[in-house]
C-alpha cells in the first residue's frame, strides 16, 4: 500500500464485509497499528461514522471549534440511531421505538437541552410515569427530576441537532464498510464504493459493525475496547389500540403515561406515545410502545434482519401476554390491537462501561464516542460525543504533536453497568430509593 504518511505495514488480507464476528475478533488481534506522522491540513475534515446522539453531538462540537465534519449514517428513515421515531401513515400512528425520555444530571448536557427547549425541539413530559407492579399496582415517580422528549418525537430531535451547523455534512443511508489509512488520511467506503477521505476518524456505534469495521482497520487498541462491550438484546412492541387501555391509578394521579414494568418476564417498560407526543385524550388510535426485558430479549434472540414468524409471533403473545399480567387484568381480555410492528433491538443497552467519557487514539487519529463510554443513556451518548470533539480539536490545534498526552481509554477496564433495561436516567428515583438514599446518610 503507498502510504508515505503513515506507517503501518500492509494489511495481509483484508476482511471482506460479510467476515463472520469470530474471525474479524482474531483479526483486530493481529493487525498492526496505523501511525500518522505527515503533516496536518490547515482546515482538516473529520469522518464521522454513526448520525446517533454521539455522532451527531460530536459533529456539533467540532464545528464550535470551527472543524468540518461528514457524518455517515445507515438509517433508511433518518438519522438518531436508537433515537427512532416511527410515523405509520395514512392512519398517523406515531411511536418511539427506543429511547422514551431522558433526564439530565450534567451542566454542559443541561446546557444543550435548554437550546433545543428554546429551540422548540425538546419539552417537558408532563405526563405520569412510575412504576407498575405485576397485577397493577401502579407508583407514580417523583416529578423531580424532570422528564424530556423530543416535540414529535425522538428522531426529529435527531434530524434536528444538525440543523444550524455550517460546516457539518451529511451522507445518509450509507453503510461504512472500510476504512483504511495511506496518502496520510483516512478514507471511508461503501462496499468498494469510495466515500472521501478524512485526517481524523470518528468511530460512533457499537456492536458487531464496528467490531467488522474495526477488525483490519489498523487500530487494534481501538478494536479491542470495543470488542470488550457487552450488549443487552431487547425488543420492542408497537401496538394502536381503537379504545384507552385499563390504566391502573393511585387515585391521585391521572392514569400513566410510561410506565417502569417490575415483575413480569416479558415487559420492562410501557407507554402511551399519543398522550405523550400528542397530548390526545380522546378518541383512538392509542398508540403503545412496550419493550421487553433484557433477560426475555436474551432468551428469543434471534438474528434481527431476518426474524423467523413463528419467533415473531410467539414473542408478541408473550409480549401483549405480560401487558395484562402488568395491568391486572384477566388473560386473553386486552383488546386486540388495531396494528402491531414488532423489531427486535440485538444491540440495545451496553451491560459493561470503561466509564471515560471518550477513546482517542492519536497516533490512529481515531477516536470512539458512544453512550457505552460513560453509561446507557441519551445524555451519556452526548457527553461523550463532546469529549471527543474537544480532543480532536485540542489535538488538531497542537499541530498534531506530543500524541501520547492525548490519549484517553485505550486501555481502561470495563465495569458492570447498572440501571434499567432500557437504560439510566440519572436523578430518577422511587420515594422508597430516595427514602433509603436519606436514611443511608443519616446513618453516616
Ligand atoms: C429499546 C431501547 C430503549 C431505550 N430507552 C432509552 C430511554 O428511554 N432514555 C435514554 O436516555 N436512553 C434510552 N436508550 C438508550 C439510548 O437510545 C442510547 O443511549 C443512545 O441513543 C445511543 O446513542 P449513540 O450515538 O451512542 O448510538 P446509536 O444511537 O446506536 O447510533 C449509532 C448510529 O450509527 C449507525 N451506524 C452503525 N453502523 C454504521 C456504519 N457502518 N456506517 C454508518 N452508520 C452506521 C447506526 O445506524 C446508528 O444510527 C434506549 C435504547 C434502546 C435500544
Not at 445507515?74 to 427512532?84: A, D, E, I, N, P
Not at 388473560?331 to 427486535?344: A, D, E, I, N, V
Not at 471515560?356 to 463510554?373: E, K, Q
Request: aromatic fraction near 8%.
Amino acid at each position: 500500500m503507498n502510504n508515505p504518511n503513515s506507517s503501518s505495514k500492509p494489511y495481509k488480507k483484508r476482511s471482506s464485509y460479510g467476515t463472520s464476528r469470530k474471525s474479524a475478533m482474531k483479526k483486530s488481534f493481529s493487525q498492526e497499528q496505523v501511525c500518522f506522522s505527515g503533516p496536518v491540513s490547515s482546515d482538516p475534515v473529520v469522518g464521522i461514522v454513526g448520525g446517533g446522539m454521539s455522532g451527531l453531538v460530536c459533529a456539533l462540537y467540532l464545528e464550535k471549534r470551527g472543524i468540518r465534519s461528514t457524518v455517515f449514517d445507515t438509517g433508511l428513515h433518518g438519522l438518531g440511531g436508537r433515537m427512532g421515531t416511527r410515523v405509520i401513515d395514512p392512519e398517523s400512528l406515531i411511536f418511539d421505538h427506543a429511547a422514551q425520555f431522558f433526564t439530565v444530571s450534567d451542566p454542559r448536557f443541561a446546557e444543550l437541552v435548554e437550546f433545543w427547549m428554546k429551540e422548540g425541539i425538546v419539552q417537558e413530559w408532563q405526563g405520569t410515569i412510575g412504576e407498575l407492579e405485576a397485577g397493577g399496582h401502579f407508583k407514580p415517580l417523583p416529578s423531580c427530576p424532570p422528564r424530556y422528549i423530543g416535540v414529535n418525537g425522538m428522531r426529529p430531535l435527531a434530524e434536528s441537532i444538525l440543523s444550524q451547523t455550517q460546516l457539518v455534512n451529511v451522507v445518509r443511508p450509507c453503510w461504512v464498510s472500510t476504512l483504511e489509512a495511506f496518502n496520510g488520511m483516512w478514507h471511508l467506503s461503501e462496499k468498494g464504493k469510495h466515500c472521501g477521505q478524512f485526517d481524523a476518524v470518528v468511530i460512533a456505534h457499537n456492536g458487531k459493525c464496528a467490531n467488522r469495521l474495526l477488525a483490519s482497520s489498523g487500530l487494534p487498541l481501538i478494536a479491542r475496547q470495543m470488542k470488550r462491550l457487552g450488549l443487552s438484546s431487547i425488543w420492542a412492541l408497537l401496538a394502536a389500540f381503537r379504545d384507552p387501555l385499563p390504566i391502573p391509578t393511585t387515585g391521585i394521579t391521572l392514569p400513566f403515561e410510561g410506565a417502569f414494568v417490575k415483575g413480569v418476564e416479558s415487559i420492562s417498560w410501557m407507554s402511551d406515545n399519543s398522550k405523550k407526543l400528542l397530548s390526545s385524550h380522546g378518541n383512538g388510535p392509542h398508540c403503545w410502545t412496550f419493550l421487553s426485558t433484557a433477560a426475555f430479549g436474551k432468551q428469543n434472540k434471534v438474528p434481527q434482519e431476518s426474524i423467523p414468524n413463528a419467533t415473531a409471533e410467539k414473542v408478541k403473545e408473550a409480549m401483549l401476554a405480560g401487558v395484562e399480567c402488568a395491568l391486572g387484568i384477566p388473560k386473553s381480555s386486552l383488546q386486540k390491537p388495531t396494528f402491531t410492528r414488532l423489531q427486535l433491538w440485538g444491540a440495545a443497552l451496553p451491560t459493561n462501561s470503561p466509564n471515560v467519557p471518550c477513546i482517542f487514539d492519536p497516533h490512529g487519529r481515531a477516536g470512539i464516542c458512544g453512550d457505552w463510554l460513560l453509561g446507557s443513556s441519551m445524555e451519556a451518548a452526548a457527553l461523550s460525543g463532546m469529549a471527543l470533539a474537544d480532543q480532536i480539536a485540542d489535538y488538531f490545534q497542537n499541530g498534531w504533536m506530543r500524541p501520547d498526552e492525548f490519549a484517553v481509554g485505550l486501555g481502561s477496564e470495563f465495569q458492570p453497568l447498572k440501571g434499567h433495561d432500557i437504560g439510566q436516567f440519572p436523578g430518577l428515583q422511587s420515594e422508597e430509593q430516595v427514602n433509603d438514599a436519606q436514611a443511608i446518610q443519616l446513618i453516616l
